[in-house]
Structures are given as structure tokens and as C-alpha cells.
């Protein structure tokens, strides 16, 4: 599974964003898919995830502001922040869950305030 991300860019605080992570490769075995962080000298967390059958996640940071979706026909997750905050700077990377895990290319989110 190869996954290729894109969306990330420069917004002011209280803007939006939307990013979108496209799947290739053995579609069929992803159980989930998700968008992860990793802030300048933090570790890499979860922002939210979405399985196969539609279950979603984030993470209490992010409720309320962000909303994850899916285009099965697409092969492809995306992730629309809104009200974005200074401390959601960060690169952005994709994961689909299967036997392997992937990881998607990240993308800058920088928010400024």
C-alpha cells in the first residue's frame, strides 16, 4: 500500500485546511486509515483515524474542529481542519493499518497567529 498526501500550507490562525491522503496499491487489506502529527521536538500523535467500516477517532484536541471522511470509490481520506490554532502546526502524515502499516509523505501545516 502506497499512500500519497497533499494539502498542507500556510493558514492564519482560525483558518482551514484540507488534507487528503490518496491509497494505491493492495487497497483491500487497509483496516484503517489515519492522520498523524509530529509538532518540532514532540512526538508523533494521532489526530484521527477512520476503519473500514466507518468507526472514527481524534484526539480530544482536535474534536469539534476536525473531521475526518472518506471516498471509498477514491481510494482516498481526507482530514478538513477548521478553526485551525497556532498549536496545530506540524507535519502531517498519513497511515493505512494493515499487515505492514504505511506511511504517507508528510505535509507542513503551519498556522500563524
Known amino acids: 500500500v502506497q499512500l500519497q498526501a497533499s494539502g498542507g500550507g500556510l493558514v492564519q490562525a482560525g483558518g482551514s485546511l484540507r488534507l487528503s491522503c490518496k491509497a494505491s496499491?493492495?487497497?483491500?487489506?487497509?483496516?484503517?486509515m489515519g492522520w498523524y502529527r509530529q509538532a518540532p521536538g514532540k512526538q508523533r500523535e494521532l489526530v484521527a483515524d477512520i476503519s473500514y467500516g466507518g468507526s472514527i477517532n481524534y484526539a480530544d484536541s482536535v474534536k469539534g474542529r476536525f473531521t475526518i471522511s472518506k471516498d471509498s470509490p477514491k481510494n482516498t481520506v481526507y482530514l478538513q481542519m477548521n478553526s485551525l490554532k497556532p498549536e496545530d502546526t506540524a507535519v502531517y502524515y498519513c497511515?493505512?493499518?494493515?499487515?505492514?502499516?504505511?506511511w504517507g509523505q508528510g505535509t507542513l501545516v503551519t498556522v500563524s497567529s
Open positions: 496499491g493492495s487497497i483491500s487489506r487497509i483496516n484503517v
Open positions: 497511515r493505512a493499518d494493515w499487515a505492514l502499516g504505511s
